[in-house]
């Protein structure tokens, strides 16, 4: 089996895993997996919808991530490493333009049925090449892909026009759930309003405004799996999440909790609570309508983001809130991302900011922009995204700017998005693995990546994109990201604001689970287990 030590790259791995508490980190346990019980665990925010290809929030992942597989995904526990799911092996040709898969032979749907490579390459072409009206949030990461063969039933190859540098993580995407290629053929829609998958766990109920609910698949292809005999997700809010920890309803909200969560729980009496901690692949980011005027001027775009003080505001907000880091394009601290004394070069990241600020009130000035009153589209998650919005509304205001807060759901908020109505927006990125491609996606101009949602078109950032992706010189590869990154920050479409640290609590009972630098990665809970 070709299990590409690669992916190994030390330099992606490291992230701080600390324990906060006398108890161990809910993966470290000496005892044996036991058989049994109920993981209730708490979600934020309620999904929309039941498409894994369209959806990019952990609100949709967290309840609907066990009822599926993926051809690969990532072992929590030894993060970043490759494991196959639905792959029993797989190749990959020297010319790295041919993959071949061979799938496990035992695999069933939640129906009975049995999959094979036509479910795999009826997913994947859905994924790359989506059919009219339906929606692939992800469609710019597999541009590379040129055609799927199905040899066998059991065997699935797929060819590429040029070697993608970040292919094999991304055959390991916790989204690219494998769907029935007979449903997909009756209704391409079919995934957006029901749930049929060969995971650990089947879709049993979801009673909107209250919880999700699934139940063990007796028949799953892993034997002796799942432990649980099934899984509970309650949408809750903030406080509700607290006092469900401290009463011991809930195991988990898997996402994350602030330093002052954090230390609230470990006062608390008892010894229930496991702490971990790592910094995150997620960070909030500013978009810019480059559709809508004055916003479809550079200077207007570039002065609001000089405005904004980011290195005051880390060091403030990382005692209260989840935003601790500046960086650009990538995670601060992973091997692609720019050196601080690189960084500070580009605009909107010096530590100067009272200079800063002056060269924002010039640019207004020169493009003619006095008195901007603007109005900034915001998640209707409180943790961290009000904490970004305030940061944006107090920088943008010592440059003159006004700025007016519409705080939406984050279904909502999406539809607007997507309907191009708003001035600003106030976005995340957070994926599953440190890699320019996946990571990029949100500045490829909007024709090639929906979820560019500025609008803009640059076709010099898309042949850097590409440039980067066909590129195996790890040195080169950085130095494409490097242009990328100034040329994007200097246009201003998209910018970072700042970027995130993940603490997760957990009840000392819950064991398999592993904390990462994603809240994406390791949630089909297959090696989750109850120690009570």
């Known amino acids: 089996m070709n299990r590409a030590p690669g992916w190994r790259l030390t330099a992606l791995a490291v992230f701080l895993l600390a324990a906060l508490s006398a108890s161990q980190g809910a993966a470290q346990t000496d005892t044996p997996p036991r058989r049994g019980g109920t993981l209730e665990f708490a979600v934020l925010v309620e999904p929309s919808n039941y498409d894994c290809h369209a959806n990019t929030s952990f609100a949709f992942l967290h309840p609907i991530a066990p009822h599926y597989s993926t051809l690969l995904k990532f072992d929590a526990q030894n993060y970043p490493q490759i494991v196959g799911n639905l792959a029993e092996s797989w190749n990959v040709s020297p010319d790295r333009l041919t993959y071949t898969f061979k799938l496990r032979p035992n695999v069933l749907f939640h129906d009975g049925s049995k999959l094979t490579s036509a479910d795999v390459k009826a997913s994947y072409e859905r994924i790359a090449h989506p059919p009219p009206g339906v929606v692939s949030a992800r469609k710019a990461d597999y541009a590379s892909i040129a055609r799927i063969d199905t040899p066998g039933p059991l065997t699935v190859v797929f060819h590429l026009l040029w070697p993608e540098a970040a292919m094999l993580a991304n055959f390991a995407s916790p989204w690219n759930c494998i769907y029935s290629a007979a449903k997909l053929a009756a209704d391409p829609h079919f995934p957006e309003t029901h749930v049929l998958g060969t995971g650990p766990f089947v879709f049993a109920e979801h009673v909107k405004g209250q919880y999700w609910r699934g139940t063990r698949w007796e028949k799953y292809f892993e034997p002796g799996k799942p432990y649980l005999d099934g899984y509970r997700a309650d949408f809750m809010t903030g406080p509700a999440v607290m006092n469900a920890y401290k009463s011991g309803k809930i195991a988990a909200e898997f996402r994350g909790i602030t330093p002052v969560q954090r230390d609230e729980l470990l006062e608390a009496p008892g010894d229930r609570i496991a702490v971990s901690e790592s910094p995150w692949l997620s960070n909030l980011l500013v978009v810019f309508n480059t559709r809508r005027p004055p916003f479809t001027d550079a200077r207007v775009r570039r002065a609001l983001s000089l405005a904004i003080d980011r290195w005051g505001a880390a060091a403030k907000l990382q005692r209260t809130t989840f935003l601790k880091y500046v960086g650009g394009v990538m995670r601060p601290g992973s091997n692609m991302a720019t050196p601080e004394s690189e960084l500070v070069t580009i605009p909107g990241f010096s530590r100067d900011i009272a200079a800063s600020r002056e060269e924002a009130k010039r640019l207004l000035d020169e493009a003619g922009i006095h008195g901007l009153k603007l109005t900034l589209m915001v998640r209707d998650i409180p943790m961290p995204h009000y904490a970004g919005a305030d940061l944006l509304a107090e920088s943008w205001r010592t440059i003159g700017v006004t700025t007016t807060q519409d705080r939406r759901n984050i279904w909502d908020w999406q539809k607007v998005i997507d309907s191009g109505e708003f001035d600003v927006a106030l976005d995340f990125s957070g994926d599953f693995y440190d890699d320019p491609t996946i990571q990029l996606t949100k500045y490829v101009s909007h024709d090639l990546s929906p ?50 640290n993940r603490i997760v609590a957990t009840s000392a009972s819950l064991k398999g689970w592993s904390i990462t630098p994603s809240h994406f990665i390791g949630q089909d809970l297959s090696d989750v287990w109850l120690d009570r």
């Open 451 to 500: 979820v560019n949602y500025s609008g803009s078109t640059d076709r010099f950032l898309d042949a850097l994109y590409i440039g980067q992706a066909v590129t195996g010189d790890p040195r080169k590869r950085a130095k494409i990201v490097r242009d990328f990154e100034r040329h994007a920050l200097t246009e201003a479409y998209t910018v970072p604001l700042l970027w995130w």
